[in-house]
């Protein structure tokens, strides 16, 4: 994988400063990348408006307003990372429509805005690696063609959530989401209008988050940017008969930066006006990450439930060891084919995220699965008490079926002596997975719940 990152700024005298920045970038966005078990990565820092041809991925780091425009290969996969806010009319013509990357946030603690400096700023850190590993994140999706089998709207924020925005979408991709918008909407209110339209049409559910700031104009007197985009999902939720639901959450508490903001947000607070179809939640994020989880489950189960075959509203996760991963695979294919919704942890999420996940497919799954080829005991028995916790992560129900699928007769027997001396695994099938056929016991224990 080879990055280029690109400084671009107005002053063409003096970049080194902002050459130091994109050192920095480079250093943090190769430790988040590694995390994610990232190999052969090459990332070089340069100052100008012409990429690498021979790199793979582009981050246009741009570093001050500036009409000086950039040269962009379609062939190549490019990112857009903005050191503070700026306006649409104040960016380089051929990246405008590029998801932009913030590397500033409005602090309300100090009532102005932080962003990337040498040293860093107390307090900055924290939000300054939740943007690398967002956009590390997305480059490995992209890079490596992951594939997710539901979306969620996800709405831009004004500068002062950009943090909660960033920990929402995390969770959101942690339990198996993909995100959209994917590029930035134009600020003209048709544009916006039609391209966010389309996007809506493609997901489950849209979520605005709504601050104390109004964020930026557009060619519209009474609506910012945020409040357009919110009135857009709005009238699509009317329009179509509410097929998607509109989640917006506000912060327990808000500092209000205008009148007209204060008095926007008790509109929606309210739900009147343009706000009828919305629901509304004035809490901290942690409580409406709950709430959220349990609307897209419901969400999901509803969808499954409509399929015709009996195994396909039973949900098996299938946990494996990374030397595992291939083997496993083989049997993933087959109880899928058969009609059985598999479960299994993405790979390079970081180690915070893949937990996440483990957490969220512990409390949705019908049934578990351990598999086991190469795994070592130690690995075996963490799982197998996960297993016996999952009711302390948040299941509602009793985790009653459970099984360890070995490879070979010799673990199944010698695993199947070391569980019948302990009462807590008597629940818990043991089976052998001979890679031409699933037993008929199997079969008959995972129908069973």
Not at 121 to 149: C, K, M, T
């Amino acid at each position: 994988m080879h990055i280029h990152i690109v400084c671009v700024n107005a002053d063409q005298e003096t970049p080194d400063d902002y050459l130091e920045l994109g050192f920095m970038v480079s250093d943090a966005l190769q430790v988040a990348l590694k995390e994610m078990r990232s190999q052969n990565i090459q990332v070089n820092v340069s100052f100008g408006t012409v990429a690498n041809s021979e790199a793979d991925i582009v981050v246009w780091f741009v570093c001050e307003e500036t009409n000086v425009d950039v040269s962009l290969n379609d062939n190549q996969k490019n990112y857009k990372l903005f050191l503070n806010s700026f306006r649409e009319d104040c960016q380089p013509e051929s990246i405008k429509h590029l998801r932009t990357y913030h590397l500033s946030r409005f602090d309300n603690r100090i009532g102005k805005e932080v962003t990337l400096s040498i040293p860093l700023l107390e307090g900055y850190r924290v939000f300054y690696w939740l943007v690398i590993s967002d956009l590390a994140l997305d480059i490995f999706d992209a890079f490596n063609v992951q594939e997710y089998s539901q979306k969620v709207f996800l709405g831009d924020t004004s500068d002062d959530l950009r943090m909660e925005r960033l920990l929402l979408k995390r969770d959101l991709k942690a339990f198996g989401f993909d995100i959209l918008p994917k590029k930035d909407y134009p600020c003209h209110t048709d544009e916006m209008s039609q391209t966010q339209w389309q996007d809506l049409n493609a997901v489950e559910i849209a979520i605005h988050l709504a601050g104390g700031r109004e964020g930026d104009k557009i060619n519209h007197d009474a609506y910012s940017f945020l409040e357009w985009q919110e009135k857009v999902t709005e009238t699509y939720v009317l329009q179509n008969n509410n097929r998607i639901k509109k989640f917006v959450w506000v912060p327990p508490t808000v500092r209000f930066s205008t009148d007209k903001r204060k008095f926007y947000i008790e509109k929606l607070l309210k739900n009147v006006d343009e706000h009828e179809a919305t629901y509304t939640f004035k809490t901290d994020l942690e409580k409406f990450k709950t709430i959220l989880h349990g609307e897209l489950s419901t969400s999901s189960d509803h969808d499954v439930a409509a399929l015709n075959d009996d195994f396909a509203s039973k949900k098996v996760y299938v946990m494996c060891d990374v030397e595992d991963v291939t083997q496993s695979g083989v049997l993933e294919d087959r109880l899928s084919t058969l009609g059985f919704g598999i479960l299994k942890l993405g790979t390079g999420q970081g180690a915070k995220m893949m937990r996440r996940q483990h957490q969220r497919h512990l409390q949705v799954c019908n049934s578990t699965i351990i598999f086991v080829d190469k795994a070592p005991d130690d690995w075996i028995f963490a799982k197998l008490q996960d297993n016996l916790r999952a009711s302390g992560l948040g299941r509602v129900e009793p985790l009653n079926t459970k099984a360890i699928v070995a490879t070979n007769y010799g673990t199944a027997s010698r695993l199947s002596k070391i569980l019948d001396g302990n009462p807590l695994y008597q629940s818990v099938g043991i089976f052998v997975f001979d890679d031409v056929m699933i037993s008929d016991d199997l079969l008959s224990f995972l129908s069973s719940f």
